[in-house]
């Protein structure tokens, strides 16, 4: 069987399954003069350097910056989505190169603006606030932007470390040059008996297959070529550590991990009880391991065997129309107006749903302040492809409400709250699917989707955040990080997770070296803590309590009017504290009993 399927080109696909990008700009024309005009704001907003020396000049110059930001991330915006909606249109290429430097333009023209503010002396600068009404608004983007003082350096030397910043970015380019482009993997066999091309794209595909000698094939060809570069791999890794512990202490911060999570106003106890939690279920991970060997009928479990469906291939499937009521009554708990918004994305042609011929991959919501909160889509009909429009439908409503509530200063939200919001929009569909499918194979099949996802995240994510956390205080504390000694932590933090139930192969002690999120500096713990907040947040909004479901309302309307914590400790959800983990693995635990309930009576 060839699943070699002719893909429509982008003039093929009905314009009902197009997004309108038109409510952008009508024209390309528009673009192009909207282009013009964000050059020449940005050559004026460079000119107001050197004057904010009193409150009318520092308004005056908050305001041609955030207006610059504004009218470039319109821009911007049509041209990325224009791009990705046919990579292969090389006028659209094109214009997508142009949103880019014309991007850099506009950072270069505004890199005086944060130095220049925080030379200002605290008390001045709240003198200024307080005698200008019109700064008022911006108090809290101050008060946040004060959080650094003490950490940013003197102008002179802030240009130097950025003129630097591609050099500090050198061992990330490498790893991802080597791996995305000269990196060459050995054909393996598909679910077909197929010969086929291994790349990590493939690989994700083959390791989820039923068939375990090809999962087995995929995993060690794959592990096989990455292992002749360990050395390298060590290397870049290292480098790229080095380069965040300098960084932070430079900045006179204690740590790295301090450096990372301070950006967000997010204090150390949210990480440290993220992985004592953790730690302290790590039982119910060997449980849900255990369960998986049994029901797949394995002798030993491999690392291979940890990704395939427990419940066999998927049989559901949806029309995307059936989709979208089916996602209307999952989200309808959330009230009228959240459906009314939801219901607008589907009339309005907020959506790209197909796939078409050199269309981007994945799915993600996007827009700006100013556009339609867009998804791109790349619809298959499967259980996976509802999941993943609730999800991103949980962006696009965050994006929403939080545009049409806040002013532009505060008219985005932080990585560590933005998660929650797509979250917990699985998990009410996951409680709909749950409530109202009676066949045995569906809610197997729904809760195994629940259990992997939660392995996946909250497990996976913090074995992740661990190993990161051991290998920059390792190097903080001069240890060399070789590839033997961070195989050797790695591979026993995975024995440690995973339990007896799994072999530990010898391949997995060097999966820290193909992951690309080690370089990315702490970014992978907000996963988990977002993942586990979800499950609290739900469980409010399901109660069915007005004043519940409008505190949710309330986080997805706050945007960035606030610190992430205090958003969310008022949506429901004290992430300074524990118990929103123990909530969550409560319920790891309940559905797990009831996967295994369930996969008694299928046998
Ligand atoms: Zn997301």
Do not use: C
């Amino acid at each position: 069987m060839s699943d070699v399927q002719q893909l429509p080109t982008r003039n093929e696909v009905p314009t009902e399954y197009q997004w309108d990008l038109t409510t952008i700009f009508k024209t390309d024309e528009e673009f192009e003069s909207a282009f013009k005009a964000v050059q020449g704001e940005a050559a004026r907003v460079a000119e107001l350097k050197g004057t904010l020396t009193n409150a009318e000049q520092l308004l005056t110059g908050v305001k041609a910056v955030f207006s610059l930001y504004r009218h470039l991330e319109r821009v911007y915006v049509y041209g990325s989505l224009k791009n990705d909606q046919d990579t292969s249109n090389a006028t659209y290429q094109a214009m997508n190169a142009r949103v880019s430097s014309l991007d850099a333009e506009v950072q270069t023209a505004t890199a005086w603006f944060e130095p220049e503010v925080l030379q200002i002396a605290k008390a001045d600068l709240d003198l200024m606030i307080a005698q200008n009404p019109g700064l008022q608004l911006y108090q809290q983007f101050f008060d946040e932007l004060g959080e650094q003082r003490g950490h940013v350096l003197s102008p002179d030397q802030e240009k130097l470390l950025a003129g630097a910043a591609d050099i500090f970015g050198a061992s990330a380019t490498t790893f991802s040059v080597l791996t995305d482009a000269d990196l060459t993997f050995p054909v393996v066999q598909d679910d077909e008996g197929n010969d086929v091309q291994l790349t990590e794209g493939v690989y994700e595909r083959l390791i989820q297959s039923v068939k375990p000698e090809v999962r087995e094939g995929a995993f060690k060809a794959l592990y096989r070529v990455y292992s002749q570069f360990r050395h390298t791999l060590a290397s870049t890794l290292a480098s790229q550590v080095k380069v965040h512990n300098y960084s932070a202490k430079v900045r006179h911060y204690e740590s790295a991990r301090q450096a990372a999570m301070s950006a967000n106003h997010v204090p150390a106890t949210v990480y440290e009880s993220l992985v004592r939690s953790v730690n302290d279920h790590l039982d119910l991970l060997h449980r849900y391991v255990d369960l998986r060997k049994q029901i797949l009928g394995l002798d030993t479990m491999h690392m291979w065997d940890l990704y395939t469906p427990i419940t066999g291939k998927p049989t559901l499937k949806f029309t995307y129309e059936e989709a979208q009521q089916k996602a209307l009554e999952a989200l309808a708990v959330l009230g009228p107006d959240y459906t009314h918004h939801v219901q607008e994305a589907f009339d309005q042609s907020w959506i790209d749903v197909v796939e078409n011929k050199g269309k981007r991959s994945g799915a993600y919501s996007g827009g700006m302040y100013d556009t339609n909160p867009f998804i791109l889509l790349n619809w298959n009909q499967g259980l996976e492809s509802l999941y993943t429009l609730v999800h991103e439908m949980g962006h696009s409503m965050h994006s929403y409400y939080t545009r049409h509530n806040q002013p532009y200063v505060y008219g985005d939200y932080s990585i560590f709250v933005a998660e929650i919001a797509s979250t917990t929009n699985e998990n009410l569909l996951t409680e709909h699917l749950l409530a109202t499918e009676k066949d045995p194979k569906v809610r197997a099949y729904v809760l195994n989707h629940y259990l992997d996802g939660f392995k996946g995240t909250v497990f996976r994510q913090t074995q992740f955040a661990e190993f990161e956390d051991y290998i920059h205080r390792q190097d903080a504390a001069g240890q060399p990080l070789t590839a033997d000694n961070m195989s050797d932590f790695y591979g026993h933090l995975n024995e440690r997770y995973y339990g007896d139930g799994v072999v530990s192969d010898p391949q997995i002690f060097d999966e820290w070296d193909r992951i690309p999120h080690f370089y990315y500096d702490y970014y992978v713990y907000q996963y988990a803590t977002g993942f586990a907040a979800a499950t609290t947040l739900s469980g409010e909004i399901l109660t069915g309590q007005a004043e519940k479901v409008s505190a949710y309302l309330d986080y997805l309307k706050a945007g960035s009017s606030d610190l992430p914590l205090n958003v969310m400790k008022r949506a429901g959800v004290d992430m300074t504290q524990t118990g929103y983990l123990d909530k969550a693995f409560e319920t790891f635990e309940n559905r797990l009993n009831e996967f295994e309930t369930l996969s008694q009576q299928l046998k």
